[in-house]
């Protein structure tokens, strides 16, 4: 049985990463060979400044709980959804954020980038830390493909001492990361706007902000300001001392009277007679003040950036990250329909920035795909490579901590019935699923566990097939319409490079009972050139009329001045590796929701051992598809038996 979480393997897959035959750290040490496609944040951050191109960044905390580590990872999608350059995670002191547990800051960061595609920059604040210690934690962040680090020295408790070999200032720090790591990382350092509380003057922070700089320094960060003004002299005063690095403004958005509260405590700042004069009269009105601090933000940002005075801004979201996705639509820094590299989805994990083929199973879930191949050194980077080389990871190593956490169990035996009492009633939560329905206890369905979240607008064409098929016992878990050369900019399908065409043969994955399998292999000797593979649970009955180690293109790009691209293929040896997964999702996932004698659990054990899992490519492209005909002409067989 699945007992480990993805953050637990991810971890313990890292552990030994400071040994030097480790695959891990040898990827990580041939990271600088991918900054061609992903070159380090310092490098994104000084392309901007030159073309004048807007970007936003954002900072979260580690939450407190498993659970809750999963719902920011879920969010972390739509961060980087909509453009932002990278996130910050925060270090967190009393919560061991350089630790190994699912909510420490170096695990959340190392999760941001490895299964988000997020550029991550990991916050460390040196306090009460040893440099053995930040060698651990930066070698640990390095394994992991994390590259931009926001050195900081951190709040000191009362009588505090610097422990021996420790840090007494953040230039400390700065120094001690580039004398070990030399530019593997890009440096961000603090600045403050108003003088650092403890500085014996305005002026003398400036020069001491300069000395993190020359220590190596990348990149500024500004602590929150009140004052778009006071952040203009800001910038000006630090290029008058010969700071030449980037300097990015900080914001804090009001979100509710508590949030102004925290913004106080958080950087000992004195809110503003003005700000205190308008919230108070709406203080018991979340809504209200959120709206106010939507707008006084947007006026804070939008001068500065008149100004001249920074080339984006950073996003202090307190883990509510809906305000700041607000304010970046209307400064128009948020992406509503961001471009596609590929028909999946390309992370800025540097480790796979040369990847280009994928195989279509794990469609609907990225996340394990990526983990079951997190130890291979090269990826394919043109057609699907040799069939026994690299290996996947073992479904024995691997439960999907995300999945399995992101929603509570409550929320998915709402969606996935409180009680199953035969095989149809999972055909009706899989008809509510692609029908956008209700179930039969009223609750919409917008996940099943072989896919992360509602269907995806290129399903649209396909919904009434895939609804009536579903209804009828074909439990459909993966899709696409063909697609014959229409534009790489289509909103839908488009992908790649502009002033090119994409192609897609329709695709077809589902379960089905044994009867239905039976009438499906006679069936398709109508189809030639359908091709088929169908697989028990076992391997033991494997039905198809493909080559066995030969892959199937099911997706490809024409681009002015390229060869053709081939994204996504069908490839046989992949599909019996996902066979087990798909399979084993049944009581891994669903059936965990139930107790282990309860008829719930024994209606998906007898789906899980006795169904087959079915993938059909139709081959006629430039056709409407067969597929449909194809199954409906099944179905009828089925009946007449």
């Given at each position: 049985?699945?007992?480990?979480?993805?953050?637990?393997?991810?971890?313990?897959?890292?552990?030994?990463?400071?040994?030097?035959?480790?695959?891990?750290?040898?990827?990580?040490?041939?990271?600088?060979?991918?900054?061609?496609?992903?070159?380090?944040?310092?490098?994104?951050?000084?392309?901007?400044?030159?073309?004048?191109?807007?970007?936003?960044?954002?900072?979260?905390?580690?939450?407190?709980?498993?659970?809750?580590?999963?719902?920011?990872?879920?969010?972390?999608?739509?961060?980087?959804?909509?453009?932002?350059?990278?996130?910050?995670?925060?270090?967190?002191?009393?919560?061991?954020?350089?630790?190994?547990?699912?909510?420490?800051?170096?695990?959340?960061?190392?999760?941001?980038?490895?299964?988000?595609?997020?550029?991550?920059?990991?916050?460390?604040?040196?306090?009460?830390?040893?440099?053995?210690?930040?060698?651990?934690?930066?070698?640990?962040?390095?394994?992991?493909?994390?590259?931009?680090?926001?050195?900081?020295?951190?709040?000191?408790?009362?009588?505090?001492?610097?422990?021996?070999?420790?840090?007494?200032?953040?230039?400390?720090?700065?120094?001690?990361?580039?004398?070990?790591?030399?530019?593997?990382?890009?440096?961000?350092?603090?600045?403050?706007?108003?003088?650092?509380?403890?500085?014996?003057?305005?002026?003398?922070?400036?020069?001491?902000?300069?000395?993190?700089?020359?220590?190596?320094?990348?990149?500024?960060?500004?602590?929150?300001?009140?004052?778009?003004?006071?952040?203009?002299?800001?910038?000006?005063?630090?290029?008058?001392?010969?700071?030449?690095?980037?300097?990015?403004?900080?914001?804090?958005?009001?979100?509710?009277?508590?949030?102004?509260?925290?913004?106080?405590?958080?950087?000992?700042?004195?809110?503003?007679?003005?700000?205190?004069?308008?919230?108070?009269?709406?203080?018991?009105?979340?809504?209200?003040?959120?709206?106010?601090?939507?707008?006084?933000?947007?006026?804070?940002?939008?001068?500065?950036?008149?100004?001249?005075?920074?080339?984006?801004?950073?996003?202090?979201?307190?883990?509510?990250?809906?305000?700041?996705?607000?304010?970046?639509?209307?400064?128009?820094?948020?992406?509503?329909?961001?471009?596609?590299?590929?028909?999946?989805?390309?992370?800025?994990?540097?480790?796979?920035?040369?990847?280009?083929?994928?195989?279509?199973?794990?469609?609907?879930?990225?996340?394990?795909?990526?983990?079951?191949?997190?130890?291979?050194?090269?990826?394919?980077?043109?057609?699907?490579?040799?069939?026994?080389?690299?290996?996947?990871?073992?479904?024995?190593?691997?439960?999907?901590?995300?999945?399995?956490?992101?929603?509570?169990?409550d929320q998915l035996r709402a969606m996935w019935l409180s009680g199953l009492n035969d095989e149809i009633d999972v055909w009706h939560v899989f008809y509510s699923y692609v029908s956008h329905t209700e179930n039969k206890q009223g609750v919409k369905v917008t996940r099943l566990p072989w896919n992360d979240g509602e269907l995806n607008a290129e399903s649209a064409p396909l919904l009434k097939h895939l609804a009536r098929l579903n209804s009828r016992g074909i439990l459909t878990i993966n899709s696409q319409p063909n697609v014959n050369g229409t534009s790489s900019s289509d909103p839908v399908v488009g992908w790649g490079a502009p002033d090119g065409y994409v192609y897609q043969k329709a695709y077809l994955e589902f379960f089905a009972r044994p009867e239905v399998i039976f009438a499906l292999l006679e069936e398709l000797k109508n189809y030639?050139?359908?091709?088929?593979?169908?697989?028990?649970?076992?391997?033991?009955?494997?039905?198809?009329?493909?080559?066995?180690?030969?892959?199937?293109?099911?997706?490809?790009?024409?681009?002015?001045?390229?060869?053709?691209?081939?994204?996504?293929?069908?490839?046989?040896?992949?599909?019996?590796?996902?066979?087990?997964?798909?399979?084993?999702?049944?009581?891994?996932?669903?059936?965990?929701?139930?107790?282990?004698?309860?008829?719930?659990?024994?209606?998906?054990?007898?789906?899980?051992?006795?169904?087959?899992?079915?993938?059909?490519?139709?081959?006629?492209?430039?056709?409407?598809?067969?597929?449909?005909?194809?199954?409906?002409?099944?179905?009828?067989?089925?009946?007449?038996?």
């Amino acid at each position: 049985m699945v007992k480990q979480t993805l953050l637990s393997v991810a971890l313990a897959d890292t552990a030994h990463s400071e040994s030097p035959d480790d695959p891990e750290e040898r990827s990580a040490r041939a990271v600088h060979s991918c900054d061609g496609c992903h070159p380090p944040l310092a490098e994104s951050v000084r392309r901007r400044v030159a073309s004048g191109d807007l970007f936003f960044s954002l900072e979260f905390f580690p939450p407190r709980t498993r659970a809750g580590a999963a719902n920011l990872l879920s969010r972390f999608d739509r961060v980087k959804a909509g453009g932002a350059l990278f996130c910050a995670i925060t270090w967190h002191p009393a919560g061991d954020p350089g630790g190994h547990s699912e909510t420490s800051s170096l695990t959340i960061a190392g999760s941001s980038f490895n299964y988000c595609g997020l550029e991550t920059m990991l916050h460390i604040a040196a306090t009460n830390l040893t440099k053995q210690d930040v060698l651990r934690y930066l070698n640990r962040a390095k394994s992991m493909g994390v590259r931009a680090i926001l050195a900081l020295r951190g709040d000191k408790p009362e009588d505090y001492k610097v422990p021996e070999d420790g840090f007494e200032h953040a230039v400390d720090l700065v120094r001690m990361i580039r004398a070990n790591f030399g530019s593997y990382f890009t440096i961000a350092v603090g600045g403050y706007p108003e003088g650092h509380p403890e500085a014996i003057s305005y002026h003398q922070d400036l020069l001491y902000l300069k000395e993190k700089v020359e220590a190596g320094a990348d990149l500024v960060l500004s602590q929150m300001f009140f004052h778009a003004q006071q952040f203009i002299d800001f910038q000006r005063d630090c290029r008058n001392v010969g700071i030449t690095v980037p300097i990015i403004p900080g914001v804090m958005p009001i979100q509710s009277f508590a949030s102004l509260r925290q913004m106080v405590k958080l950087s000992g700042l004195q809110v503003p007679e003005s700000i205190q004069k308008a919230v108070e009269p709406i203080k018991d009105n979340d809504e209200a003040v959120q709206n106010f601090g939507i707008h006084f933000a947007l006026q804070l940002v939008r001068t500065v950036l008149d100004a001249k005075a920074a080339p984006g801004v950073h996003f202090f979201t307190l883990n509510r990250e809906h305000v700041a996705v607000e304010i970046g639509k209307r400064l128009g820094v948020w992406q509503t329909r961001p471009a596609r590299p590929l028909p999946w989805r390309l992370g800025d994990n540097h480790r796979r920035c040369l990847e280009q083929v994928r195989p279509i199973f794990w469609a609907s879930r990225p996340r394990a795909y990526v983990h079951r191949t997190q130890h291979w050194d090269d990826f394919p980077n043109g057609r699907w490579g040799k069939h026994d080389s690299p290996a996947f990871g073992t479904l024995a190593d691997y439960y999907l901590f995300y999945l399995n956490s992101q929603v509570p169990p409550d929320q998915l035996r709402a969606m996935w019935l409180s009680g199953l009492n035969d095989e149809i009633d999972v055909w009706h939560v899989f008809y509510s699923y692609v029908s956008h329905t209700e179930n039969k206890q009223g609750v919409k369905v917008t996940r099943l566990p072989w896919n992360d979240g509602e269907l995806n607008a290129e399903s649209a064409p396909l919904l009434k097939h895939l609804a009536r098929l579903n209804s009828r016992g074909i439990l459909t878990i993966n899709s696409q319409p063909n697609v014959n050369g229409t534009s790489s900019s289509d909103p839908v399908v488009g992908w790649g490079a502009p002033d090119g065409y994409v192609y897609q043969k329709a695709y077809l994955e589902f379960f089905a009972r044994p009867e239905v399998i039976f009438a499906l292999l006679e069936e398709l000797k109508n189809y030639p050139l359908v091709n088929y593979h169908i697989v028990n649970k076992t391997g033991e009955k494997t039905y198809t009329n493909t080559l066995r180690k030969v892959p199937i293109a099911v997706t490809w790009g024409v681009f002015p001045g390229r060869e053709i691209i081939q994204p996504t293929v069908v490839d046989p040896v992949s599909f019996n590796v996902w066979k087990d997964e798909a399979f084993a999702l049944w009581c891994e996932q669903w059936g965990r929701l139930y107790n282990p004698e309860s008829q719930s659990r024994k209606v998906l054990a007898r789906i899980e051992n006795n169904y087959f899992l079915v993938n059909l490519v139709d081959n006629e492209f430039p056709h409407p598809t067969c597929l449909w005909t194809l199954l409906e002409k099944t179905l009828e067989r089925v009946n007449g038996l």
